[in-house]
């Protein structure tokens, strides 16, 4: 007889845990008792490691999907708007070195050849000539007006939020709202049928836990994935090398000034700076190679961002030294145990690609919900070719940020150029892009993790100049481009008159909130 599907116990009460609790709750009608049961199971006795704080537009479909209000959200978790990545001194270690990566697919994207016809403008960033975006995130423009319903956008968003304050906001819509059975308790061991299966999670207090499907959000420790069943994470640091993070929460000195509504990632000898602005702090972090630099030199580093960028000496508590393993697992489902968050893999926060694999794996999983265990190995099959496949989508997009650096100061930047530590697959791409642009071909499976606008932008913002085919060809002409760059020049100049500043924004949804619809 067939077994069903009817419990998913879910371990690890961290950003992925209650992401994932939510979504399936959402998705599968826990609360009316009549749907699939969900409980968590959260140790208190450890804390989660909570630097995740930049999100990828996904998350507000995402957030939209399991029913909370916007507002409520950017209240309860310290949250601003992001409009994308501002990349600083990655190209060249010159002052005025920078570009953008905006969320808003540049007019005419889809029609021509944009990059061909910004060679005739290449002393300008190629985002600030294609996409009006990168203006408002240069002036600190909020990405929607006072009257803007909930969840809708005058330009693309997502947010900066704080990681600790998610967890705790989705717990309590999960436990009040979406029918999540909460166990706070310590796991300290695991049942397992004849088969290999896991049967259930013994905990301290509350004794075994059935369950028929298990979800591993553990984090790094990878308590099931990892330590139970020994599936390994397969090792990137010979293609991104960044392996030691630290990160700092810093306070503004001055209440009134903007809030930065994009992430600025600054290059630095052996890695980069994040800075990530909230409504009451910025959080801060170095993210490096062990093998490039030492950690004194890398806390040394940060902390003179931190002063050159307004902050206080003071104010710096250094939190402990983060050791990421940048890799990931191939199988992340094995047998009825599905690993999601860090205990399914990790690379460096570059591009905010930790919790669009989290949406993108809870989402995938909602939506596939075995019934059967019979079911369980055909979708564990699926899953795991589809979540290879990002995993490497994503080696390959961050490595694309890193080999066209001109840095030539230090060995690192030296080493990513090294053609052995770029995949083949990226080393490919490459050579096609010589004549055309990052297309859809190169991305062509649904829910790409990364569109391949990111990838024009972060390719021509690098500086790569494309060269002109033998035959002319209708997408490369030049005039058409010139009028798509005057009309993002024009969407530019009527919304900067537009939209409120970021701040002015964050503090009306603050007193007044944003209209539901
Ligand atoms: P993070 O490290 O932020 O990914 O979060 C890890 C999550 O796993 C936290 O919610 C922890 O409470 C949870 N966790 C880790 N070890 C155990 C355990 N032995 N029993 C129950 N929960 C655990």
Redesign the pocket.
């Known amino acids: 007889m067939d077994q069903f599907i009817r419990h998913v116990v879910i371990?690890?009460?961290?950003?992925?845990?209650w992401l994932t609790a939510a979504v399936l709750a959402a998705e599968h009608d826990t609360a009316s008792g009549s749907g699939l049961r969900i409980t968590l199971?959260?140790?208190?006795?450890?804390?989660?490691?909570?630097v995740?704080e930049g999100t990828w537009p996904t998350m507000r479909d995402t957030l939209r999907r399991i029913g909370v209000s916007e507002t409520d959200f950017i209240r309860q978790c310290d949250a601003a708007f992001k409009q994308g990545s501002k990349f600083v001194n990655w190209r060249e270690d010159l002052q005025g070195d920078y570009y953008h990566h905006p969320f808003v697919l540049p007019p005419g994207f889809l029609d021509t050849h944009l990059a061909a016809g910004w060679l005739a403008h290449s002393d300008v960033p190629f985002s600030m000539l294609t996409c009006f975006q990168s203006h408002l995130c240069e002036a600190g423009k909020s990405p929607k007006q006072f009257a803007t319903p909930e969840w809708a956008a005058v330009a693309n968003y997502s947010y900066h939020l704080d990681?600790a304050k998610l967890?705790a906001f989705l717990r309590t819509h999960c436990v009040e709202k979406l029918g999540v059975r909460h166990v706070s308790?310590?796991?300290?061991g695991i049942n397992t049928h004849d088969n290999g299966d896991i049967a259930s999670?013994q905990?301290r207090e509350n004794g075994a836990i059935e369950g028929d499907l298990f979800v591993d959000?553990?984090?790094?420790?990878a308590?099931l994935i990892g330590q139970h069943y020994g599936v390994e994470i397969e090792s990137q640091k010979d293609v991104l090398f960044n392996d030691r993070a630290i990160a700092v929460q810093v306070p503004y000195v001055d209440p009134s000034v903007e809030i930065a509504c994009q992430t600025i990632s600054t290059a630095q000898e052996a890695g980069w700076i994040w800075d990530i602005g909230l409504q009451s702090r910025r959080g801060i972090g170095h993210v490096y190679s062990s093998t490039h630099t030492s950690d004194d030199d890398a806390e040394a580093a940060l902390r003179r961002y931190i002063v050159e960028t307004g902050g206080r000496e003071d104010d710096i508590h250094t939190l402990p030294r983060i050791t990421i393993k940048p890799g990931f697992r191939r199988g992340g489902w094995h047998r009825n145990c599905v690993a999601i968050?860090?205990?399914s893999g990790f690379m460096e926060p570059l591009e905010a690609s930790s919790l669009v694999m989290v949406e993108l794996a809870a989402g995938m999983l909602a939506d596939q919900m075995p019934s059967t265990r019979a079911a369980v190995d055909i979708v564990a099959k699926r899953y795991n070719d589809t979540f290879s496949y990002r995993w490497d989508r994503i080696v390959d997009f961050l490595k694309l940020h890193y080999v066209l650096s001109k840095r030539d100061g230090s060995a690192y930047w030296r080493d990513n150029r090294r053609p052995e530590t770029i995949p083949e697959r990226l080393r490919e791409r490459m050579e096609l892009w010589r004549h055309q642009p990052p297309s859809r071909y190169d991305l062509n499976r649904v829910e790409e993790v990364f569109p391949s606008a990111s990838y024009q932008f972060i390719l021509y913002g690098m500086g790569f100049k494309p060269e002109l085919r033998p035959a002319t060809r209708r997408m490369d002409d030049v005039a058409r481009a010139e009028g798509y760059f005057r009309e993002s020049a024009e969407m530019a100049r009527r919304m900067l008159a537009a939209l409120p500043g970021h701040r002015e924004m964050l503090d009306h949804v603050n007193t007044r909130g944003m209209p539901r619809i």
Request: aromatic share 0%; net charge negative; glycine share 26%.
């Open positions: 371990l690890g009460g961290g950003s992925a845990g199971i959260e140790s208190p006795e450890v804390s989660t490691i909570g995740g990681a967890g308790d310590h796991m300290i999670l905990t959000c553990s984090g790094m420790r308590l968050g860090l205990a």
